[in-house]
């Protein structure tokens, strides 16, 4: 009889050992955290922050570029003159150059999805066809 007490209460004993012992280190954290946020710097202050321009926001420009030509036997990478649209100029007549790029484009009118070349009759029209 006292075997089996003396038995569960150093069981009792072990698991409020266990358990001081893991609120210790919980408490021990929370105060590391708190000493680690008090040596960060403050949050930016809002003047810091960017701010929309005086003109407002900034809007999309449309501008076309004339082409560049390149010779029939093509470019070696040494002779291109750069990357992207380096080098192209802006062109002095948007309108026309425009026109010319789109020409070979068909303009569909309609909420419908556009149907590709080439693809079967009725494909693309969806469920309402």
Not at 73 to 93: K, V, W
Request: no cysteine.
């Amino acid at each position: 009889m006292y075997l089996s007490v003396d038995a569960t209460l150093s069981d009792i004993a072990w698991f409020l050992l266990v358990g001081s012992a893991i609120v210790g280190f919980l408490l021990a954290g929370f105060k590391l955290g708190q000493r680690v946020r008090a040596n960060e710097p403050p949050p930016p202050a809002p003047e810091s922050q960017p701010h929309l321009p005086e003109e407002g926001a900034v809007h999309e420009v449309r501008e076309e570029r004339d082409p560049v030509e390149f010779p029939p036997d093509g470019l070696q990478p040494h002779e291109m003159r750069g990357y992207g649209n380096f080098g192209s100029i802006t062109s002095a007549h948007p309108d026309e150059v425009r026109r010319q790029r789109e020409s070979g484009y068909q303009h569909v009118d309609g909420p419908h999805p556009h149907v590709q070349p080439g693809a079967p009759p009725g494909h693309g029209r969806g469920a309402h066809a």
